[in-house]
């Protein structure tokens, strides 16, 4: 199996599609992003808190661009703004957005690979990467890729999605078996490809071709070179409560059912 080459097909389909799409939106032009973004901060209400890590004179790496949304905050917040994706819709997706930007001269985007990355060593001041790396068949040589490309002090702000809880395996297979019970006989009962496919799958209903899930203790073995990192569960899959953005500050209730790690850590 080609990692970088399915990778590269499957993610064609810019992640947040069906946002996009329940939004009613049509023509990709400034008015229906700028209502796209905005859908996007309100869902993850904490996001920016981690977004505003970035000063004015950090030149920035991020890697993996969905449809822009995090890039675009970055554009007027940074020095120096590089983009990559695996994939060229992504890729294409950010051009547009920079076109639209007042800065544009400071940003670009390029195809490139999280796993061997095209930069010198201690490049960027931060690289910022959000449910990315968990994608590239490799999360540990990705985030030693990372290391390499910072700068002394630099800072890695990355999210990567927790391995599941038992109350969440529980909660996932209830909600399958009764929204989607071929699912669990396709996949054997299997829970990791059953998360797999309920966190990232195409309008064609076509799983991602791998995801890495991550305790939170194996997260700090793999940031185990950074001088400091702080992680946090953010976020939980919980979808009545999480439609309305319930619970999403509980502690308690996100040791329980939180479904991401945030990091960052300061080499």
Do not use: A
């Not at 995090?70 to 890729?91: A, H, R, T």
């Not at 800065?103 to 959000?130: A, M, P, R, W």
């Amino acid at each position: 199996m080609n990692i970088d080459k399915e990778n590269s097909e499957f993610w064609k389909e810019l992640c947040g599609t069906s946002l996009y799409k329940s939004l009613g939106l049509g023509k990709v032009d400034r008015n229906s992003l700028k209502i796209f973004d905005d859908e996007y901060f309100s869902f993850y209400p904490y996001l920016k808190k981690y977004l505003n890590h970035i000063e004015s004179e950090d030149e920035i790496l991020e890697i993996g661009l969905g449809f822009g949304t995090v890039g675009n905050y970055l554009f007027n917040k940074c020095k120096k703004y590089n983009g990559i994706d695996i994939s060229e819709g992504p890729v294409s997706m950010i051009k547009k957005r920079i076109g639209y930007s007042d800065n544009s001269s400071k940003c670009t985007s390029s195809i490139g690979n999280g796993t061997n990355l095209i930069y010198e060593d201690n490049s960027f001041d931060v690289v910022i990467s959000l449910g990315v790396l968990h994608h590239t068949g490799n999360l540990k040589k990705s985030i030693s890729e990372v290391y390499r490309v910072l700068k002394p002090n630099g800072k890695l702000i990355m999210m990567i999605y927790r391995k599941p809880t038992v109350l969440m395996k529980s909660y996932v297979f209830l909600k399958l078996l009764k929204n989607n019970p071929k699912k669990i006989i396709d996949y054997k009962f299997n829970f990791m490809k059953l998360f797999k496919y309920l966190y990232d799958h195409d309008q064609n209903d076509n799983s991602t071709p791998y995801t890495d899930f991550t305790t939170i203790k194996e997260l700090n073995n793999l940031l185990e070179k950074f001088n400091n990192t702080k992680i946090k569960v953010e976020n939980h899959t919980l979808t009545p409560l999480r439609n309305r953005n319930i619970f999403l500050k509980n502690t308690l209730f996100l040791k329980l059912f939180g479904c991401d790690l945030y990091s960052v850590s300061i080499k």
